[in-house]
């Protein structure tokens, strides 16, 4: 997962209970790309777990009613065990944030 994804989800581990979960499955589905049906993804398995070592999560339908995700260890314990962003962390996306909605249409921040 990008670094763009990682601090999407720790900000999102920060977040109020009622949005957390759909805000991680948000930024987990997008960093995934679409799922693939279990027949597709076992024709591909070596090129998607290329895809999840190179740092890009996978997902797969298994029998039209769950997802399951596939991502390294590594990646697991960096989304599970970091601890949410630093105060510096948060302003800094904020105000990144702020600098690109007040780009002009000459592509200058005001």
């Known amino acids: 997962m990008g670094i763009d994804g990682k601090l999407e989800v720790k900000e999102a581990k920060t977040s109020s209970q009622a949005g957390r979960d759909a805000r991680l499955e ?58 949410g962003p630093t105060v510096g962390e948060m302003l800094d996306s904020m105000a990144a944030r702020r600098r690109v909605r007040k780009t002009d249409t000459t592509g200058r921040a005001e």
């Not at 070592?53 to 960096?78: M, N, S, Y």
Request: proline fraction near 7%.
């Open 26 to 83: 948000n930024v987990i589905r997008v960093a995934a790309g679409r799922p693939l049906p279990l027949r597709e993804a076992r024709s591909r398995l070596f090129l998607l777990l290329r895809e999840v070592l190179a740092g890009t999560p996978r997902l797969v339908f298994i029998e039209d009613i769950e997802v399951v995700c596939l991502v390294t260890l590594p990646d697991l314990v960096d989304i599970v065990g970091e601890k």
